[in-house]
């Protein structure tokens, strides 16, 4: 059995992923802040000049809280549910623990994210929105957020074992999900009945608390921040439970 | 002090075995394949003591590998106990945690680390890795600019300084040109001699009848024999004659 240094695992690989997806590329850390910028100018356009939303002010950076999350939400979790597939010599090679693989995947996306969220909160003091308290809340939404995507990748890689189809469904589901969370309209277009629901969806819960706490400067809703807590939890708990069940046979399927 | 003990080991493989897409699940369910199981091993039941060096011998499909594969606790068994006590090392399919956009020494600390190792241990082994390896200047560069020969020269630079309680080989005892080739085996035996336990699956040769006292002979899945190695490779050699 395994009985090694996590954290210098968990590190190495990390440091791993995130070296090997930036040396092979000429401009580095700036393509990370190209894409959400590029995107943020195509959605203000159509909804401030193509249909235009008086109701909602400062769109731009309206669009950019929904679209960071957004971003890092669906490349960390089809990168990590191809992880174990795309890792089989290692899997099948080394004994290592192999709940770490998926994880460090999605963790080494967080490099990526920490530029995103850093040119989300320049763009907000830039636009005219200071610093305020309420910013001690974003580590703590962000974290749980972190924990879920953990979990749901840790679910999905380890079915991708099995059934290698399952990267596609999570494809489509990422496509979907651009509609099903409130990236480009906000949650009180949404009709009531299902706006509540909205909030067990830690993606969405997380886009609506970022833009409580950066645009209208207040702190989240306890009932968010327990809907997101709840959902978080159980999904991680979920995804440890389902990969530690179908590890055991992976390599048989790799 | 027993370091390894398998008792009745069983394990079962799918034949159609590997990637499967959703089509062949319907495919199973309608029935249109025949999901058959297959023994890699059947009923193995051997034990190791500490310090003991043991050849596993065998023609290709014996089994070898997946014996490897469970002492090494990369599968478990379908049925019956593998126990293993100690760090083991595994010189399997060498590289296999190799990345080519890694330098050397990026390699070197993520094997480490991969292997078990933790900060301390993997700096302080650092250059009697990159000593023993012989690349030189070429450690600071990434790992595609290598060679095979010289690839394969750091990943066994990495296993066997990694300090290994048991050290597992799969038939990787020839490494780069002869030289570094007589420099591996003199570093297996140095092993040995240090009283670790070896484990070590090899085509028949000279020096794996000096290396180990003692094999396993595997036949289809079975261990078919289990005692000083001049005896079993006798055994098994004069079994290959008859067939031819």
Redesign the interface.
């Known amino acids: 059995m395994w009985k090694g240094d996590y954290l210098f695992l968990l590190q190495n690989l990390i440091v791993k992923d995130f070296k090997i997806r930036y040396r092979n590329m000429s401009l580095g850390v700036f393509w990370s802040l190209l894409n959400p910028l590029v995107m943020m100018t195509a959605l203000t356009f159509v909804f401030t000049a193509v249909f235009p939303n008086n109701q909602i002010e400062n769109f731009p950076i309206f669009v950019l809280c929904g679209l960071v999350p957004f971003n890092f939400f669906t490349v960390a979790w089809q990168n990590g549910t191809i992880s174990v597939a795309n890792n089989a010599g290692l899997i099948k090679r080394v004994p290592v623990p192999r709940e770490i693989v998926p994880i460090a995947t999605v963790l080494s996306t967080c490099v990526h994210l920490g530029i995103q969220i850093a040119l989300l909160l320049a763009l907000v003091v830039v636009f005219g929105r200071g610093v305020n308290w309420n910013w001690l809340w974003l580590p703590v939404v962000w974290g749980l957020e972190i924990l879920f995507v953990c979990g749901i990748t840790l679910m999905t890689s380890a079915l991708d074992v099995y059934i290698r189809d399952v990267r596609y469904v999570v494809e489509s589901a990422c496509t979907l999900l651009f509609w099903m969370v409130p990236v480009f309209y906000a949650i009180h277009s949404v009709p009531q009945s299902y706006a509540n629901l909205y909030q067990f969806n830690p993606l969405a819960a997380l886009i609506l608390a970022l833009r409580t706490i950066l645009i209208d400067g207040e702190s989240p809703t306890s009932t968010l921040l327990l809907k997101l807590t709840f959902s978080s939890t159980l999904i991680f708990a979920l995804g440890l439970f389902v990969f530690h069940r179908l590890k055991r046979q992976f390599f048989d399927y790799l | 002090m027993k370091v390894i003990e398998l008792q009745n080991v069983n394990k079962t493989?799918?034949r159609s075995?590997?990637?499967?897409?959703?089509r062949h699940?319907l495919e199973d369910i309608l029935g249109r394949t025949d999901p058959e199981r297959f023994f890699a091993l059947k009923d193995v039941s051997f034990s190791v003591r500490d310090g003991e060096s043991v050849a596993v011998i065998g023609a290709n499909g014996a089994g070898k590998s997946t014996l490897l594969?469970l002492v090494?606790?990369?599968?478990?068994p379908s049925t019956g106990t593998v126990k293993?006590a100690g760090?083991a090392a595994?010189l399997?399919?060498l590289g296999?945690?190799f990345?080519p956009?890694?330098t050397g020494r990026?390699n070197i600390?993520?094997n480490a680390?991969?292997?078990?190792?933790?900060?301390r241990q993997?700096h302080d082994l650092y250059d009697s890795i990159v000593e023993f390896s012989e690349l030189d200047d070429f450690i600071k560069e990434p790992l595609r600019t290598y060679s095979n020969g010289m690839m394969l020269r750091l990943a066994f630079s990495v296993a066997v300084n990694l300090d290994p309680e048991i050290l597992i080989i799969d038939e990787v005892l020839a490494v780069g040109d002869q030289k570094f080739q007589a420099k591996c085996t003199e570093k297996i035996f140095e092993i040995r001699n240090q009283g670790k336990t070896i484990l070590c699956v090899s085509h028949v040769s000279p020096t794996l009848r000096e290396l180990c006292d003692r094999a396993l002979w595997l036949d289809h899945g079975q261990l078919v024999m289990d005692g000083p190695i001049r005896e079993v490779i006798e055994a098994y050699e004069g079994r290959l004659t008859r067939q031819a």
């Open positions: 493989f799918h075995g590997g990637q499967k897409l959703l699940y594969s090494t606790g990369l599968v478990p293993v760090r595994a399997l399919d296999s945690g990345h956009d890694l990026e600390i993520l680390s991969l292997l078990g190792f933790s900060r993997a």
